[in-house]
């Protein structure tokens, strides 16, 4: 079990247009060092920052080519490091160690995120299931405080973060309403359980959500597009609302923009929170190398088993919008960044 083992993967040969540079290559896939477990993967889902990162654009985590791309695994544990070995055997959901490494049969992941799935759970919907629900967890309620009745304005509402925010919002007892790129996406929105749909991408939707809260606007928003949307976001955010900055698919560099300003937000009187769910054993060493505040890895057992009382007790289900085979891989990638995908793009591997 201390050995490398060949997997199959896709490689990122370069940096750039996911169709073009990845590669369906047999790769070496190192032993699992401390805190670290190697998974048989069966299952993974796809993220946009997997394009950010294939394209070169995600300076969080600048990857040198040729690397193996994807940032979550759902698997059985082969081996593991020292301090994971109560986790060999059992099959979880988990983040690649530096959030790469996923596009492959077997995978390093980090021990600290690595969360049990039960047998009731399929490999797609555990799959489907880490960001958008536990993201949606840490965003809505630890960040954003969301309490019942409140009113919740999620963008992107049929991707995959945002789907799993508009699940989790009506589960929370929020009024949802959903902003999305088309009108397809707009009745999925509805479909989903979205109080109110509207496409942002047609005429005023400022003007739409402020009717739709008579003119108070929203107590929270959560907002993982960026750019302007962000920047129409807080016209419609209510007196002690929680903008939630969750993500920047409208275009990462922005991460590092100087496109906001403080007068709407101090004039406002709502709260600017930034988002960002990693789990980690230990958040004061990251804090202090990293200069991140992330949760305790303790605080996703907490969420991971609420998350899966609501699943299992049919009060949110995942959203996989489409199963992908491993061959379609790339074009699937394409069809996620040309805004053309609900949910979850699930890929199934045979590990
Ligand atoms: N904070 C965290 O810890 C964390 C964790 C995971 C992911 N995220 C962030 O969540 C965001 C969404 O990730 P995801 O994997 O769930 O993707 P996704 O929502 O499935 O896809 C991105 C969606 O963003 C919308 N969008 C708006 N402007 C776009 C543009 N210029 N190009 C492409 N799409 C655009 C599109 O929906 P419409 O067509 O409906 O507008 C698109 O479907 C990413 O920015 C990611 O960084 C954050």
């Not at 707009?186 to 739709?212: P, Q, S, T």
């Not at 922005?254 to 958040?283: H, K, M, Q, S, W």
């Amino acid at each position: 079990m201390n050995q490398p083992i060949s997997a199959d993967a896709w490689v990122a040969t370069s940096l750039g247009d996911p169709v073009k540079v990845l590669e369906r290559q047999t790769v070496e896939v190192r032993p699992p060092g401390p805190n670290e477990i190697r998974v048989a993967v069966q299952a993974f889902c796809l993220n946009f920052n997997d394009i950010d990162i294939i394209r070169g654009r995600y300076t969080t985590l600048p990857l040198e080519p040729p690397f193996v791309p994807g940032m979550e695994s759902v698997g059985v544990v082969e081996s593991a490091g020292l301090g994971a070995e109560h986790l060999v055997g059992r099959r979880i959901v988990g983040i690649p160690v530096m959030a790469f490494g996923g596009y492959a049969s077997y995978a390093i992941v980090d021990a600290a995120t690595a969360l049990e799935l039960p047998d009731w759970i399929s490999n797609t919907d555990g799959a489907a299931l880490h960001y958008p629900f536990h993201l949606g967890w840490f965003a809505l309620r630890e960040r954003g405080r969301l309490q019942p009745g409140e009113t919740l304005l999620v963008h992107a509402a049929a991707g995959g973060t945002g789907s799993g925010a508009l699940v989790l919002g009506k589960a929370l007892g929020a009024r949802v309403i959903a902003t999305a790129g088309s009108d397809e996406k707009v009745a999925f929105c509805k479909e989903l359980g979205a109080d109110h749909a509207i496409n942002y991408r047609n005429g005023d939707w400022v003007d739409e959500v402020m009717d739709l809260t008579y003119g108070r606007g929203v107590d929270v928003a959560f907002d993982a597009v960026g750019g302007d949307v962000t920047v129409q976001t807080f016209k419609c955010m209510g007196f002690n609302g929680r903008h939630l900055m969750v993500g920047f698919a409208e275009d990462i560099t922005l991460e590092d923009g100087d496109y906001l300003t403080p007068r709407p937000i101090a004039y406002g009187n709502f709260d600017l929170c930034g988002v960002c769910l990693v789990y980690v054993t230990d958040p004061v060493a990251i804090r202090r190398t990293l200069g991140f505040n992330w949760p305790a890895r303790s605080a996703g057992l907490d969420a991971h088993a609420q998350i899966l009382e609501l699943i299992r007790t049919g009060k949110i289900r995942t959203v996989v919008g489409a199963e992908v085979g491993w061959e379609d891989l790339p074009e699937a990638l394409q069809r996620m960044e040309s805004r053309l995908t609900t949910g979850r793009l699930v890929v199934t591997a045979g590990a």
